[in-house]
C-alpha cells in the first residue's frame, strides 16, 4: 500500500516537472531573445563594441524583465555615448532608468529623467566630460536623489505610470493636507 502511493506520488511529480519544464526553459529562452533585441538597438544606435554591449548586459536584463522598449533604452544610451558616457557611466545611466521604473515611473518618464540628469551634469561640466566614471556616479545620485521617498512598486517589474504627479503634499506642522483647517483653526498651506 505505501509502496503504491511512492509511485503515485512518483508518477505526479514527474508530470509536474515535464509540464514545468518546458513552460519554464520557454520563458528563459524569451528573456535572452529580448536581451538580443536590446543588445541589437543599442548596437545599431551607438556602434559600441560587442564587449562594451555585453558589459551593460545585466541591465539590459532588467529591461526586459519590465517590458521596456528596446527603442526607449537604446535612445537614452546613445544619449550617454553622445556624451561621452560609457563604461562604467553607461551603466550607471541604464541602472538609474532601472531605479525609476522598479519606483513606479512609466518607461518615458524615468528615461525623461535619466536625460536630464545627464544633461544638467554636462552641462554643469560646461560640456567636456574629463572623468566618465565620476559623470555616471553624479547621475546615479541626482536621479536617486529624485527618488528618495518614493516607495518600490516593482509588482511583477512592470514599469508604472506616475507621471511625477504629488498628491499626496501636506502642509504646516499640521499635518493636514494644504488648504486644510489646522487645530488652531488657521488653515495650512505648502
Not at 16 to 43: C, H, M, N, R, Y
Not at 121 to 137: F, T, Y
Request: negative net charge; aromatic residues 2%.
Amino acid at each position: 500500500m505505501m509502496n503504491a502511493r511512492l509511485i503515485k506520488l512518483a508518477v505526479a511529480l514527474g508530470f509536474t516537472v515535464a509540464i514545468g519544464l518546458p513552460s519554464a526553459f520557454a520563458a528563459g529562452e524569451k528573456g535572452s531573445a529580448d536581451v538580443s533585441k536590446f543588445k541589437d538597438e543599442i548596437q545599431k544606435q551607438t556602434q559600441l563594441s560587442e564587449s562594451d554591449i555585453s558589459a551593460i548586459e545585466p541591465q539590459l536584463r532588467e529591461f526586459s524583465q519590465r517590458d521596456a522598449s528596446p527603442d526607449k533604452v537604446a535612445g537614452l544610451a546613445k544619449d550617454a555615448v553622445d556624451n561621452n558616457c560609457t563604461g562604467p557611466c553607461l551603466r550607471d545611466v541604464l541602472t538609474s532608468m532601472n531605479s525609476a521604473m522598479s519606483k513606479g515611473l512609466s518607461q518615458d518618464d524615468a528615461s525623461d529623467m535619466v536625460s536630464t540628469a545627464l544633461r544638467d551634469q554636462v552641462q554643469a561640466r560646461g560640456g567636456a566630460v574629463a572623468d566618465p566614471s565620476e559623470l555616471g556616479n553624479q547621475i546615479r545620485a541626482s536621479v536617486d536623489s529624485q527618488l528618495a521617498g518614493r516607495p518600490a512598486t516593482d509588482s511583477g517589474m512592470t514599469g508604472g505610470t506616475m507621471g511625477g504627479t504629488d498628491t499626496g503634499t501636506t502642509g504646516g506642522q499640521t499635518g493636514q493636507p494644504s488648504g486644510t483647517p489646522g487645530p488652531t483653526g488657521g488653515t495650512s498651506s505648502y
